[in-house]
């Protein structure tokens, strides 16, 4: 079946350390991939998105490439801050339909 | 840039009751909307689609006569937990779809329902 594996967390970082989110999927076909992101008490917002293999979606400092071969859309940063904090969600849109798929999400705690 | 509007973000309710909750478009024409319930520190779960002037299409293992959606225009869905017990108490959230899913998916703010 359709499925998504995201480390839970926490992850705890310092401010300007590197992140990385793995995000693998089970997807039939060649689904678009999305990273969103919900904050303390909101809903959820897009983050980035890739439609097609060997796309790198990018928005705010963050990047994740589609990756075909490995079913992968890692979520990257270079440098996070404490404004970053929140919980992440990688989210495969199904081929055949308009449903997207979550993950567990990943809780991100960034400290000064 | 697309905006979901959904009411109420909090409600406390009695056992036994209904409470409904809203879903907008403000500045968009959703031809599909989604209905997600989020448990703690899990995922979001896909309740139900609901297209414009049709019945929803309910997930497997959702009661769809608990869970009542109605999509009468192409801004507004309306979810309704009817005879809520506190098990239903949870975080639900909104979704709205424009023109295909290379338009990424709206989210509305979500509703936190609690059933006393």
């Known amino acids: 079946g359709n499925s998504v594996t995201q480390m839970e967390g926490p992850v705890t970082l310092s401010e300007e350390a590197f992140l990385t989110i793995n995000c693998t999927y089970t997807?039939?076909?060649?689904?678009?991939l999305f990273w969103y992101v919900q904050y303390p008490g909101e809903g959820l917002q897009l983050l980035l998105k890739?439609?097609?293999?060997?796309d790198k979606g990018s928005n705010k400092g963050f990047e994740a490439t589609y990756r075909k071969e490995t079913t992968s859309f890692h979520l990257e940063k270079g440098s996070v801050q404490v404004s970053d904090s929140a919980v992440y969600f990688c989210?495969?849109?199904?081929?055949?339909?308009?449903?997207?798929?979550f993950g567990t999400g990943t809780r991100l705690q960034v400290f000064p | 840039g697309a905006v979901v509007s959904q009411h109420p973000s909090r409600v406390i309710c009695k056992s036994g009751t209904s409470v409904k909750i809203e879903c907008r478009s403000l500045?968009?024409?959703?031809?599909?909307m989604f209905w997600y319930r989020q448990f703690p520190k899990k995922s979001l779960m896909l309740m139900a689609t609901?297209?414009?002037?049709?019945?929803?299409?309910?997930e497997q293992g959702v009661e769809k006569d608990k869970f009542l959606i109605n999509h009468a225009s192409l801004t507004l869905s309306t979810l309704t937990v009817t005879s809520a017990h506190p098990e239903d108490s949870s975080f639900y959230i909104c979704?709205?779809?424009?023109?295909?899913?290379?338009?990424?998916?709206?989210f509305g703010s979500g509703t936190r329902l609690t059933v006393v």
């Open positions: 609901s297209n414009e002037g049709s019945k929803a299409t309910y």
């Open positions: 890739a439609t097609k293999a060997d």
């Open positions: 979704s709205a779809s424009r023109q295909g899913a290379d338009y990424g998916y709206t």
């Open positions: 997807a039939t076909g060649y689904p678009s």
């Open positions: 500045d968009f024409q959703a031809t599909t």
């Open positions: 989210a495969p849109r199904l081929g055949n339909t308009d449903k997207l798929i």
